[in-house]
């Protein structure tokens, strides 16, 4: 079964600073990754995803995230954080052969003024 | 409707009572998730619906939990004799046959047991 890995549950940032929140999955087949974010008293929401397209995608708000196989990961960054990026970051893979996503702990994105 | 649909939206219930949440997956979907998130952290899976296949019940905490759908539509989770340690936001979502595409999330049932 795929699983996914993000290290470090709460991340702090200056305002400004870059934004790499990062994520390794483990899977049996090339997977397809997500990246969503929560807002404060809001639900999640799709930032990106990668679909075996272009390795390196672009999302919402700025964010964009890299399809590494060899090293089996898909970090999120954004060049220069902004006081509205304070949310939580999940990361997600769904394995092709199963359709079921599988999601990270989490990262609670702090951006100190 | 335009999206996933869950309620009630919040609840309050007593130690030991039973509580019903609700979830409405986007027309068409046919995959259902089920996931439980308590303060401060992640995201836990708690069952899976995909079509007319057995769910996968492999992230129900208890045999207090349980959850039902019926056919591709509506699916309730259940909690029998709640305990204070089951508050948390149970969040709801769907996607489509396609493992391509994204699961759309609710807005979530926050529940309080006291």
């Known amino acids: 079964a795929q699983s996914v890995t993000q290290l470090g549950s709460h991340v702090s940032v200056s305002e400004g600073a870059l934004v790499l929140l990062r994520c390794n999955y483990s899977?049996?087949?090339?997977?397809?990754l997500f990246w969503y974010v929560q807002y404060p008293n809001q639900g999640l929401q799709l930032l990106l995803k990668?679909?075996?397209?272009?390795?390196l995608v672009k999302g919402i708000n700025g964010f964009e995230a890299e399809f590494k196989k060899s090293e089996t990961s898909f970090h999120l960054t954004k060049p220069s954080a902004h006081m509205s990026d304070a949310a939580e970051y999940f990361c997600?893979?769904?394995?092709?052969?199963?359709?079921?996503?599988?999601f990270g702990k989490g990262n609670q994105v702090v951006v100190i003024p | 409707g335009a999206g996933v649909s869950q309620s009630p939206s919040n609840k309050v219930t007593e130690k030991g009572k039973d509580v019903e949440l609700r979830c409405d997956p986007i027309?068409?979907?046919?995959?259902l998730y089920w996931y439980r998130q308590r303060l401060g952290q992640g995201l836990e899976f708690l069952i899976y619906?995909?079509?007319?296949?057995?769910?996968?019940k492999s992230g129900l905490p208890s045999d207090r939990f349980s959850a039902e759908r019926t056919g591709e539509s509506v699916s309730t989770l259940t909690i029998q004799r709640t305990q204070q340690e089951d508050s948390a936001v149970y969040l709801c979502?769907?996607?489509?046959?396609?493992?391509?595409?994204?699961?759309?999330f609710g807005q979530g049932t926050r529940l309080t047991v006291v």
């Open positions: 979502a769907s996607s489509s046959l396609w493992t391509n595409t994204e699961a759309f």
């Open positions: 899977s049996s087949v090339p997977p397809y």
């Open positions: 990668y679909t075996s397209a272009a390795t």
């Open positions: 619906f995909q079509g007319n296949s057995a769910p996968d």
């Open positions: 027309s068409g979907h046919t995959a």
């Open positions: 997600a893979v769904s394995d092709r052969g199963n359709n079921r996503l599988a």
